[in-house]
């Protein structure tokens, strides 16, 4: 896995990913919501470079502000989740920064049967605020785009400080 750690904790996050995967233990979720109880994500974080803005989506479920993204199919790729998602969930098709992912984390999420583990890839994509966005209004309450600045960190994933950290210091 190539992706260059930010801290302990990311490299914690990507080497305990990278023992779990040669495990043999299964990767792919089966069934919802928590089967296995440790499954693939990716995430994909929407950027308008030169606005400096980064688009979030108000998601029902988690009752958290957060990138777009999903759960990896059985046998597919990550980066073609992020494709199928970005296409199903924002109607747009993808245009990456780059081909690799920029951030992994491992997050024990709240739920149904007391919930489950993600271990998820986060991508970048360029994105454009100026554009209206349609999205999955049975997923999201809505979309919006914020500034750098105005994340509101305390209603996210717990580890967007650190992904936003990275994402400004690779912009």
Not at 11 to 28: Q, V
Not at 59 to 84: I, M, N
Request: hydrophobic letters at 40%; charged letters at 30%; a negative charge.
């Amino acid at each position: 896995m190539s992706i260059e750690p930010l801290d302990d904790l990311e490299r914690d996050h990507r080497d305990s990913t990278l023992e779990w995967i040669r495990s043999g233990a299964p990767i792919f979720r089966a069934r919802k919501p928590d089967v296995p109880p440790k499954h693939l994500v990716s995430y994909f974080a929407l950027v308008d470079e030169p606005r400096g803005k980064l688009l979030l989506v108000d998601h029902k479920l988690a009752g958290l502000w957060l990138p777009s993204g999903g759960h990896v199919e059985p046998d597919e790729d990550p980066t073609a989740t992020v494709v199928r998602e970005l296409s199903e969930e924002l109607g747009l098709a993808a245009d990456f920064v780059q081909a690799q992912p920029l951030f992994i984390t491992v997050t024990r999420t709240v739920g149904e049967g007391g919930g489950h583990t993600d271990i998820s890839l986060w991508y970048v994509l360029r994105g454009d605020s100026s554009r209206a966005i349609e999205f999955d209004r049975g997923e999201f309450h809505g979309v919006r785009w914020f500034g750098f600045d105005e994340i509101p960190f305390e209603r996210s994933d717990p580890h967007m400080r650190r992904f936003v950290g990275k994402l400004r210091a690779m912009l």
